[in-house]
């Protein structure tokens, strides 16, 4: 599975919209982004995932440039309870095999 | 989507002592895994737990440590053996797969985990 990389921590004003950005830049052809997030002391939470399209769900937007050698996901209004740690994970979709988790980016979104 | 329950939800044991954690999904699922979460640190994978046969151990977890048991499709336990406070983390139970599920994408499910701290 391709490596990723996120920033280590990013800040976010409530109602505004978070951005959060993810490299993977060895991404292969047949290779999904995932984005889970992870509450603190809960386990984590599926959010979305996407191959080559713009994804949207009730939770977020997921977009994939044409390269797909990175994706951006979009909370379009932060909430205080979307303070969590987000991981972005590249994986081949017919996998049955874990999840690699990185450090993740820590979104802390302020009143 | 698959409900899965950990117990303990969380425990304080003193050292040389052993834990077992166990794992209940609400469905068939075909894949279940063990993580753990150190203070701090992001998820590490122990082991893949298999129906019938002994568990995948991932580098640096060996069977002796956490031994592990899957006896069907919903049910599986971790145990922490002879513990010191280096095993205080979060164990978390993980599912794929679930049973007549179709498709290229195979989402990957989460229990709420065990935190166990150890004196």
């Not at chain 2, 205080?88 to 989460?110: D, H, P, R, T």
């Given at each position: 599975d391709?490596?990723?990389t996120?920033?280590?921590?990013?800040?976010?004003?409530?109602?505004?919209?978070?951005?959060?950005?993810?490299?993977?830049?060895?991404?292969s052809?047949?290779?999904?982004?995932?984005?889970?997030?992870?509450?603190?002391s809960?386990?984590?939470?599926y959010?979305?995932?996407?191959?080559?399209?713009?994804?949207?769900?009730?939770?977020a937007?997921?977009?994939i440039?044409?390269?797909?050698?990175?994706?951006?996901?979009?909370?379009?209004h932060?909430?205080?309870?979307?303070?969590?740690?987000?991981?972005?994970?590249?994986?081949?979709?017919?996998s049955?095999?874990?999840?690699?988790?990185?450090?993740?980016?820590?979104?802390?979104?302020?009143? | 989507?698959?409900v899965?329950?950990?117990?303990?939800?969380?425990?304080?044991?003193?050292?040389?002592?052993?834990?077992?954690?166990?794992?209940?999904?609400?469905?068939?699922?075909?894949?279940?895994?063990?993580?753990?979460?150190?203070?701090?640190?992001?998820?590490?994978?122990?082991?893949?737990?298999?129906?019938?046969?002994?568990?995948?151990?991932?580098s640096?977890?060996?069977?002796?440590?956490?031994?592990?048991?899957?006896?069907?499709?919903?049910?599986?336990?971790?145990?922490?053996?002879?513990?010191?406070?280096?095993d205080?983390?979060?164990?978390?139970?993980?599912?794929?797969?679930?049973?007549?599920?179709?498709?290229?994408?195979?989402?990957?499910?989460?229990?709420?985990?065990?935190?166990?701290?150890?004196l």
């Open positions: 391709a490596k990723t996120q920033p280590t921590s990013m800040d976010c004003a409530e109602g505004r919209a978070a951005n959060l950005p993810c490299n993977h830049s060895t991404i052809g047949n290779e999904y982004v995932y984005w889970y997030r992870q509450i603190h809960q386990g984590p939470q959010i979305i995932h996407g191959l080559k399209n713009n994804e949207t769900n009730e939770m937007s997921l977009i440039t044409e390269d797909r050698k990175s994706s951006t996901l979009i909370l379009p932060a909430t205080l309870r979307d303070t969590a740690v987000y991981y972005c994970i590249a994986r081949t979709g017919g049955q095999g874990n999840l690699i988790f990185g450090k993740g980016t820590k979104l802390s979104v302020k009143p | 989507s698959a899965i329950s950990q117990k303990p939800s969380r425990d304080i044991c003193q050292r040389g002592t052993s834990l077992t954690i166990q794992c209940q999904v609400d469905s068939q699922v075909t894949m279940m895994f063990w993580y753990r979460q150190q203070p701090g640190q992001s998820l590490t994978l122990i082991a893949t737990a298999n129906q019938g046969s002994e568990a995948t151990y991932e640096g977890f060996v069977i002796d440590k956490f031994p592990i048991s899957r006896p069907n499709l919903t049910f599986s336990t971790l145990t922490v053996s002879n513990m010191s406070p280096e205080s983390s979060i164990y978390l139970c993980s599912v794929v797969g679930l049973a007549g599920e179709v498709g290229v994408y195979n989402e990957q499910f989460f229990g709420p985990g065990t935190r166990l701290t150890v």
